[in-house]
T-cell receptor, first 112, second 116 residues
Framework: DVKVTQSSRYLVKRTGEKVFLECVQD?????MFWYRQDPGLGLRLIYF???????EKGDIPEGYSVSREKKERFSLILESASTNQTSMYLC???????????FGSGTRLTVV | AQSVSQHNHHVILSEAASLELGCNYS??????LFWYVQYPGQHLQLLLK??????LVKGIKGFEAEFIKSKFSFNLRKPSVQWSDTAEYFC??????????????FGQGTILTVHP
């Protein structure tokens, strides 16, 4: 079974802190994605990566950056956390040429 | 830009009732379509997908969906729901090829509550 592991299930951070959310997949997938999930808004794409060191902005990239130094790991960075970034963050991966994701369990981030 | 619209935010049914959740999409090209489910406290799981061929697709747990190209719709159905179907359901679309990299655009989600 493909596994996508997010390092933290719950996280509480202070406004202005730099926050790192980590995601690791174990099936050699090329594509990795970061979404945020908010009630009534569904899932919105923040950033995605289709190869090591490659990244593309999604629909809501403002206030976020990403890093993909190794194929299996995709990090989401909140440069200066704000209260409106309180959300559930979901990581997903998929192999090249196949359309459909495997999701991680999510990180519920609260910014106070 | 592609978009997905789910008609109902919250649907409440009794066990054994029939279910239909609406999903419409907007995309200027060939699409792949998905329904995902999120049970309380669990991660998102794939229910079913449509890539091509028979527009009526069957998924896990007795769910099915019909792709109607002329209506840009991909509605989810189940003839008889169970209490264990209580979950949030998400419709999603991706472009079929090119430089889409398979990235999915999701709808707003529909919460389904099934009473015993």
């Amino acid at each position: 079974d493909v596994k996508v592991t997010q390092s933290s299930r719950y996280l509480v951070k202070r406004t202005g802190e730099k926050v790192f959310l980590e995601c690791v997949q174990d099936m050699d997938h090329e594509n990795m994605f970061w979404y945020r999930q908010d009630p009534g808004l569904g899932l919105r794409l923040i950033y995605f990566s289709y190869d090591v060191k490659m990244k593309e902005k999604g629909d809501i990239p403002e206030g976020y950056s990403v890093s993909r130094e190794k194929k299996e790991r995709f990090s989401l960075i909140l440069e200066s956390a704000s209260t409106n970034q309180t959300s559930m963050y979901l990581c997903a991966s998929s192999p090249q040429g196949y359309y459909g994701y495997t999701f991680g369990s999510g990180t519920r981030l609260t910014v106070v | 830009a592609q978009s997905v619209s789910q008609h109902n935010h919250h649907v409440i049914l009794s066990e054994a009732a029939s279910l239909e959740l609406g999903c419409n999409y907007s995309y200027g090209g060939t699409v792949n379509l998905f329904w995902y489910v999120q049970y309380p406290g669990q991660h998102l799981q794939l229910l079913l997908k449509y890539f091509s061929g028979d527009p009526l697709v069957k998924g896990i747990k007795g769910f099915e969906a019909e792709f109607i190209k002329s209506k840009f719709s991909f509605n989810l159905r189940k003839p008889s729901v169970q209490w264990s179907d209580t979950a949030e359901y998400f419709c999603a679309v991706s472009g079929a090829g090119g430089t889409s990299y398979g990235k999915l655009t999701f709808g707003q989600g529909t919460i389904l509550t099934v009473h015993p």
